[in-house]
């Protein structure tokens, strides 16, 4: 990690919340509000995010699962993520929330004429906007946690992928709203 963290503190905490507090603040409520208000379904709104973090190669994103209404996606759905292409599990909202986060973070630019047909025959406008802001958030923050090193010591106990997982979103700060 290229930050240095004193040991008695939580890492995210310490980095957003005491290093730069009102800009730290900020970006958290926008990590908080993702998880809080979205009006996008578990598995289409989970398609997005691991395979952002999967691209970001963030651990603390990798071993995150996102809980909604007591539920969360079932085992394996990482993986399927990452097969979006093939994978029988999906529906096509679900595939084309996973394709766009992977066209986002990889190739903004080939968003073509064909592929906004096939979102908007699945997604609403007002959906096509919540699911990029989400989608930009995670791509940004996740990057920013792997760049400064803070997803390698902010991993959530218990083991791989499937286990240990926290119920809240991953940027919580001290004293902030819990969100789910």
């Avoid at 066209?103 to 592929?115: K, S």
Wanted: net charge negative; proline share 4%.
């Amino acid at each position: 990690m290229i930050i240095d963290i004193p040991g008695d503190k939580d890492p995210i905490a310490y980095v957003w919340g005491e290093m730069v507090p009102r800009i730290g603040a900020a970006a958290s409520a926008l990590s908080l509000a993702v998880y809080a208000h979205t009006s996008l379904g578990l598995r289409e709104f989970e398609a997005a995010r691991l395979r952002i973090a999967q691209i970001n190669g963030c651990a603390f994103c990798l071993d995150w699962r996102t809980e909604r209404d007591g539920r969360k996606v079932e085992e394996g759905f990482a993986d399927a993520v990452a097969a979006w292409r093939t994978t029988g599990a999906f529906d096509e909202r679900t595939r084309l929330a996973a394709e766009y986060a992977e066209r986002y973070a990889l190739d903004h630019r080939g968003l073509d004429d064909a592929f906004w047909e096939r979102m908007t025959a699945h997604y609403g406008q007002a959906e096509i906007v919540e699911l990029s802001m989400c989608i930009g958030s995670w791509l940004a923050f996740g990057r920013l946690n792997h760049v400064l090193g803070l997803d390698r010591v902010c991993v959530l106990p218990g083991g791989p992928p499937g286990a240990g997982r926290r119920e809240r979103s991953p940027f919580r700060l001290p004293g902030s709203e819990d969100a789910r």
